[in-house]
């Protein structure tokens, strides 16, 4: 059987058709929470991005233009979503420290998915928590999702030496953060 | 360009680190939950206000606080202005009445004379009263009868 394409699916969905836009939702949700996941650390946050990625991909359904690149388009409304949230947590953070977390880093709520497991995942989740988003998307979509340096450009709408600068830079920010806990680790061997 | 080995070693340990990491998985009703919000009146409206807009609010609302301060501190200045305009007009009406007072009662002091360097006063009140008498009963000049 041929599976239907994301753009005759997206098709359907311009028209009203929401068992096409299920077949989307169940079709993208595992990827997309995934990378919300390692962006934002938290796989409840996490999930509430993704539901509401899928919620305004079905509002511009009517405007969307097929290209085969569905999931680009979806990890970019997923993206900003997260960047709008940690700007306005970064405005209420100046605005009423009392309220911060001291390091900047999300601490899981109580009853929250824990998405976090052993001492060396905590260390790196924190680190890449503490990168800024720009470095931290093009990092995750690079190393992890392996996107292609033109993907992530057009992705973020910016040119591809700055997104291989920021990839170069987020790396080596996080060798040097990691890099005592490597040493120490070797040390105890 | 002549890569650092440490460098890329750390690279792949970086990359190997990032891969490790648990992914976060969708709940079992992940698509029931996403179709259920799209029947849900839209919420977002307030999240799509422009942020220029958000900011123009931001800074008006500052700027009206700013303001209704400096009224508040103005009109504070003003009241405690008035109440030491208030404080001292009642003290010079007490003094100005302390002065009719002495005006209205009879002056101890007998001008004697004087010139532009001396004036002689004979200060009636400090006279032992027991010790006046009647110029005719008593003479200081020479002590004889008219």
Redesign the interface.
Known sequence: MIETTDGELMGLVAGGD?QA??AL??RH??SL??Y???LCG??DR??EL???S???L??AAGGYRDQGRLLPYLFRIGTNLLR?EERRKRRWRILAPMVASRNGHHAPARGE?A???GE??QR??RE?MRLPLRFRVP??LF??DEWSHADIAALLGCRLGTVKSRIHRG?ER??RA??PY?QEGAADD | MIEDPDDRRGDDAVRAALRGLPAAAPGPAFTARVLARIDRPHRSRRARVPAWVTAGAAVAALVAILWGAAVGRQSWTQQQRRAELREESAALRRELEALHDEAAKKSPVLYLGGNEQLDVVLDLSTLPIAAAAPAAATSTLGGGRR
Do not use: D, K, P, Y
Request: glycine letters at 4%.
């Open positions: 929401r836009f299920a939702v169940e949700q595992r929470t995934a919300l996941g390692r938290s796989g996490a999930e993704a539901q509401e899928f919620v305004r079905f509002q709008t998915a998405v976090l497991e060396l995942q790196v989740r890449l990092i995750v190393e992890v790396r996080l060798r990691l890099a490597w």
